[in-house]
Each structure stands twice: as C-alpha cells, then as structure tokens.
C-alpha cells in the first residue's frame, strides 16, 4: 500500500511550559503522528530567520519531518506562553505578528496540495488575512476524494463567523470538543451535531470531551463511543492533535471508524502521559 499523503497546515510554534520549551502547534503535532503512523507527512506553516527558526527546522528533521514546506516570510517565529492547570490542562497566551501570519499559496505548496490524501487545518492560523487568504487557496487546490479536516481548535479571541463558516464548507471531517460545539450551534444557528453534519455534509464529526469521553458521528448517527482512559496525566498539550492524527491515518488505511477511534484514544492517552505533544 502507498503511504498517503498527508498535510497539516497553519501555526508552528514553540510552545513555552513550565519545563522548557517544546517544539509545537496543531499542524506540526498532527503531521508528525500522522508521519509516525506511515504517512509521507508535510507541514504547511512558516518560521522566522531567527535562532527560533533555526532551532525549529533542526527539531523537525531531528523528529524526520520534511522542511521543505516551512516558509520565511521575514517575521519572528513564534511562541506560546503556557500554564498548566491543577489537572495538567493549558492555557495558552499567543504571541502575535509572527511569520506563520504571513502563509502563502506558492505554486509548490498548491502542487502539494494537489497530490494529497489528507489535510488538517485549524481557526488559529487564519487569525491574519493573508494566512487566511493562504490557506483556503491551498484548501482549493486539494482533491475532492481527499480527506478534508477542521480540527477547529478554537484559541483566545482568533476565531469569527467568516472564518468558522468557510472552514467548514471546505471540510469534510469536522472535530471539536464540547466548549466548541455551543460556539459552532452558535455560529451557525444549527441545533446539534445531526444538523451540522447534515448542513456541511461531513462524513465524520469527532467530538470530544476530554477526560470524560469521545465520539466519532457520520450521517448516518453515532459509529463509536469510548470512554477516555484514566491515565496519570502530565499534560494535555498536543493530545487532540495526535487524535486526529491517528483517526485520520487509520480511516486511509483501510480501518472501519470505530478500530480508528480506538487508535486514536490509545495514542492521545499516551501523550498525556508525557510532557510536551511529540513523544
């Protein structure tokens, strides 16, 4: 089988915890499980000419993901400042004006595009309008039968109606936990996930809630429910994001919806385990 092609868009950051610092952002940490569960796996973000973006570009091929895709737009790389909760959940403070603000469509980034089985986007890196311009070009240039996800990630204040609502008339895949599905119905005006999936016509919404549960919903009503396992959590950071990952990499190999959720839970638990979201 020919490893699919898989895209993740949008923000790269250092995230700054407690401990240190930690290579991060949802597309790096999407791509980089998706590429430790047999995909050829690209991000899609920018870095500054700084000794941050020096130091990213070696962690990324360090952890054998390809650089070919990071731009430079003349912008400081970026970093989040975060805190931890009692339970190991963050927060996050967002540094702005950063070079993942300033994405384009080159030519090599929509010829990519076009060749992928898979891409994964968020809200947070449409914050600026030429990332945002950026991103639903490259959304455009991807096939049709390809795997399209908006794991929405609300952050802060990044996010509004225009952003939420283009997003997901480019998806196919929707995935959110329950402090984003109010903001969506909201949004939207929708009454629940049956009337979402209906209205953008996904094939999966994922929704989950962190240590409570999570569950994977098509057209046709619920295809799984699991528990989230109790683990000794380290923290949260990056573990909605290598879900996805594993979901998304497990349906392109051939895996029904429920054998994907439970790879997908089995993967996010063991990086609560862990410090950071590359483990």
């Known amino acids: 089988m020919e490893r699919p092609v898989i895209l993740g868009i949008g ?56 650089t070919d895709y990071l731009q430079h737009p003349g912008l400081p790389t970026s970093r989040v400042l975060v805190s931890l909760d009692a339970h190991g959940v963050p927060k996050y ?14 030519p090599e980034v929509l010829a990519l595009a076009a060749k992928a089985d898979a891409v994964c986007w968020g809200s947070l890196a449409q914050r600026s309008p030429r990332s945002r311009e950026a991103i639903l070009r490259i959304l455009d240039a991807v096939p049709a039968a390809a795997m399209r996800v908006f794991d929405i990630n609300l952050r802060q204040h990044y ?23 109010p903001v969506v119905m909201g949004i939207t005006g929708l009454e629940g996930i049956p009337e979402i999936i209906r209205r953008y016509s996904l094939d999966y919404l994922i929704y ?13 009503g619920l295809l799984s429910h699991i528990d989230t396992p109790k683990v000794k959590v ?10 996805t990952a594993a979901f998304i990499a497990s349906i392109l190999q051939g895996e029904s919806p429920a054998a994907a959720h439970r790879r997908a839970v089995e993967l996010s638990a063991l990086v609560c385990r862990s410090h950071g979201a590359i483990v």
Do not use: Q
């Open 93 to 106: 403070e967002i540094l702005e004006n950063v070079a993942w603000d300033a994405l384009d469509a080159t």
């Open 234 to 243: 380290v923290d949260t950071v990056g573990a909605g994001d290598s879900f």
């Open 159 to 181: 996010f509004s109606k225009e952003v939420i609502e283009a997003s997901l008339e480019r998806a196919n895949v929707l995935k959110l936990n329950e402090d984003e599905l």
């Open 208 to 220: 989950t809630c962190g240590a409570k549960d999570s569950e994977v919903h098509g057209p046709a």
């Open 11 to 66: 923000e790269i950051v250092w995230d700054c915890l407690p401990e240190g610092k930690a290579l991060g952002g949802a597309p790096v940490n999407f791509a980089y499980h998706a590429m430790k569960l047999g995909a050829d796996s690209y991000p899609v973000s920018a870095v500054g000419d700084d000794e941050l973006g020096a130091e990213t570009l070696a962690a990324c091929k360090s952890y054998g993901l390809r």
